[in-house]
């Protein structure tokens, strides 16, 4: 039986559903790496502070460098955590000297310590699949940049848009994504270590040092607040949310896409998958599961508010589940941005499909309604007159651009043989030449300002 940190009050030990309950080492051994740098930091203070000697402060230092390498799985034994774990290997290979290593630390402030560096770490890692991300789609914006498409609203044909355009778009929420990471990052660049159980430690350890040792940018400034915050963890798991939730979006209109029923795009073989039973299916699938592990962030988002909004200060138990949230929330976002931005490289056009759902919905209806404006027509008579002459179309099955111009004024006399330049395609795109518009020089302009950032 291995032997708890805690045990002198009890004279029994836990029951095995308790055990079962509680430890949490299967899930927080993936802090092993940063407990031992935290433990090493730790034991350079103790040293100065002459709880070591510099010869057992070595013999510490080396053990910790080698179990960082060395570490298996079967090492676990009937461990709590990670950190008891550590703890029992460092004291059944050096002795004393690791009863002497937990000296003016306790598990609380090591533990929001090991997240921290954690968190650090993970925003890093999405920060640059984010930008991977962004660099991707800027390159499909150019290479597409003179291809255009129906834009919706509701999802029904709105207006004509340029394809980099929408794409864009994307970039916009993806770049407003890497300065919410970079937000949780400064927000966990903050050391707890020294603030011990909740109260502070009684060696006067050197805590600046031991935060520049372990690279942080400060310390927190009340030890009760260092042991019971998790705003960082929630921070990461609100920018995860948002992210997922743009990744999710854009799956969505790609799933649509997709479909012969629109047959905008095609994605290649390696992100699809087949039916069973139905050998013409060519699924999106990768797109799908991304579209459905959004929920799980956004659950997890939750599952940590519930969490924490009961908690008096300062640790309580509960706060060992904010581990599992962390880890699959962390797996999942890297996972999705990782899987999207491979898959979003093999999406081709179908261009005829395209220009045939271009032809539908009557897209340049707000360029007629605006042209009847520059005759001198107040926009809301124009948008009435409009209105009209879709309906004469739709009834009469033709294009806007397939009326005469003796249709058109049927409806108002100011129309001239110049209304066909005003409402193709091609006009309505480049009348939208202000900034943040569709117009080509617009887009391109931006492409260029993007990709230079």
């Not at 939750?302 to 589940?321: F, M």
């Amino acid at each position: 039986m291995t032997k708890k940190l805690w045990g002198g009050r009890f004279k029994k030990g836990l029951s095995n559903s308790a055990i079962k309950l509680s430890h949490s080492v299967h899930i927080d051994k993936r802090l092993l790496q940063y407990d031992i740098r935290v433990n090493q930091a730790h034991a350079n203070e103790l040293t100065k502070a002459g709880v070591f000697t510099t010869e057992d402060n070595q013999k510490v230092q080396n053990y910790l460098t080698q179990l960082a390498i060395d570490f298996q799985d079967n090492l676990i034994k009937n461990d709590e955590d990670i950190h008891s774990c550590v703890e029992r290997l460092v004291t059944a290979a050096l002795g004393d000297l690791g009863k002497r290593l937990h000296t003016g630390k306790s598990r609380n402030d090591q533990v929001i310590t090991d997240s921290r560096l954690f968190i650090k770490d993970q925003c890093k890692t999405v920060q640059g699949l984010l930008a991977q991300l962004n660099q991707t789609l800027l390159k499909l914006a150019d290479r597409h940049i003179d291809v255009i498409i129906p834009g919706f609203t509701h999802f029904q044909p709105a207006q004509p848009v340029l394809f980099s355009h929408h794409l864009l778009a994307y970039v916009e929420k993806f770049s407003r994504d890497l300065k919410r990471f970079q937000a949780t990052f400064d927000t966990a660049d903050v050391c707890p270590l020294g603030s011990a159980a909740l109260a502070g430690n009684n060696y006067d350890l050197d805590r600046d040092a031991i935060a520049k040792e372990l690279g942080f940018s400060a310390i927190t400034q009340n030890s009760m607040d260092a042991v019971s915050d998790r705003d960082f963890i929630l921070e990461f798991l609100a920018a995860s949310s948002f992210c997922m939730t743009h990744l999710s979006r854009f799956c969505e209109e790609i799933i649509v896409w997709n479909s012969p029923m629109m047959g905008f795009v095609q994605l290649g073989d390696d992100f699809t998958t087949g039916s069973s039973i139905m050998p013409q299916k060519k699924n999106p699938d990768m797109a799908e599961l991304i579209r459905g592990k959004s929920g799980r962030v956004l659950g997890h988002l939750t599952s940590l508010q519930h969490i924490l909004k009961g908690l008096p200060l300062t640790y309580n138990r509960d706060l060992q589940e904010d581990k599992a949230v962390m880890f699959d929330t962390t797996d999942t976002i890297v996972d999705s941005l990782t899987c999207f931005s491979e898959m979003i490289e093999t999406l081709t056009l179908n261009k005829a499909a395209i220009q045939a759902m271009l032809d539908k919905g009557y897209l340049t209806a707000t360029e007629f309604a605006d042209y009847l404006v520059k005759k001198g027509v107040s926009f809301r008579n124009a948008h009435e007159m409009t209105g009209k002459v879709v309906n004469y179309a739709v009834e009469n099955n033709k294009r806007l651009d397939e009326l005469s111009r003796d249709e058109f004024t049927q409806f108002c006399e100011a129309v001239d043989d110049d209304v066909y330049d005003a409402i193709s395609i091609g006009a309505a795109i480049q009348a939208k030449n202000g900034v943040g518009g569709t117009a080509k020089a617009q887009v391109v302009a931006q492409i260029k300002r993007l990709m230079a950032e």
